[in-house]
């Protein structure tokens, strides 16, 4: 890595984790459309928009007896097929297009560098999402392995890059698994041309306040129960509507419309 000039500017931060306070020079690369690498840049001055842009920084390949779970999620908020690497982002990937508030999803977004004393540590973080607020990178990584010396000491380097920019850093771990399941199944509606607008406009002019999925199912006694239940979960999916999702999902939970 190269020293702090024009384009690698040096950071001082306390390094939680690390024995006091360090002088960190980030650096990072980005990987885009037909192979174009744009490589070490001043991490705290690379524009937002140049990182949405990026392709994975890594790609994966199958292999016999591999560990790892790998493939690829169509992302209702990209429009697009976003990779992940385990179950576990996938679970993250899930949760990202779930919330209404995340515009953009970046799959290892980037290569960050640093020097932390006289050591060269690299790290590819594995989302970038792009929000209302300011974007927040993630890490995933199983609870059990947030304990070791090298994962801790890299998510602590990359949690001071991170918030040095006035962004948001996030290791995520192990959901609760009854959210996970709701949020899985509705996932299962997130495609919004299955659906018809008519009947979704239909929904929308009905009260729907308090009343149970079970009820709100036969609400439009001209169209068919199952294409209006579809389309229920449909509006749950997009989080016009709401309900409790730290329960199992049944015919009895009570709807409610978002303002």
């Not at 509606?189 to 079970?214: A, N």
Request: net charge positive; glycine share 6%.
């Amino acid at each position: 890595m190269r020293g702090a000039n024009a384009d690698t500017l040096a950071t001082r931060a306390d390094t939680r984790g690390l024995g006091g306070v360090v002088d960190v020079a980030a650096t990072v690369s980005i990987r885009h459309q037909r192979g174009a690498l744009l490589e070490d840049r001043d991490w705290r001055t690379v524009p937002a928009d140049l990182l949405q842009s990026a392709c994975p920084w890594r790609t994966f390949r199958w292999h016999k007896g591999q560990k790892h779970y790998s493939g690829t999620y169509w992302s209702a908020t990209m429009r697009d097929h976003v990779i992940y690497e385990s179950r576990l982002e996938l679970s993250r990937l899930l949760f990202a297009d779930f919330d209404p508030a995340v515009r953009g999803i970046v799959a290892q977004p980037f290569l960050l560098k640093t020097v932390l004393e006289g050591r060269g540590r690299r790290h590819i973080p594995d989302y970038l999402l792009l929000t209302e607020q300011v974007p927040v990178v993630v890490d995933v990584k199983p609870l059990h392995r947030l304990s070791k010396p090298e994962v801790a000491i890299t998510f602590d380097w990359t949690r001071q890059a991170v918030e040095l920019r006035g962004w948001k850093y996030e290791v995520w771990s192990e959901p609760p698994a009854v959210e996970l399941e709701n949020i899985r199944f509705l996932a299962g509606y997130r495609r919004d041309w299955l659906f018809s607008p008519e009947v979704l406009e239909d929904l929308r002019g009905v009260e729907l306040d308090g009343v149970s999925l079970r009820q709100a199912a036969r609400c439009l006694p001209d169209r068919p129960e199952s294409q209006v239940c579809s389309a229920i979960r449909h509006l749950l999916w997009k989080q016009s509507l709401v309900t409790d999702l730290n329960r199992p999902l049944g015919p009895s939970h009570v709807l409610r419309w978002v303002a």
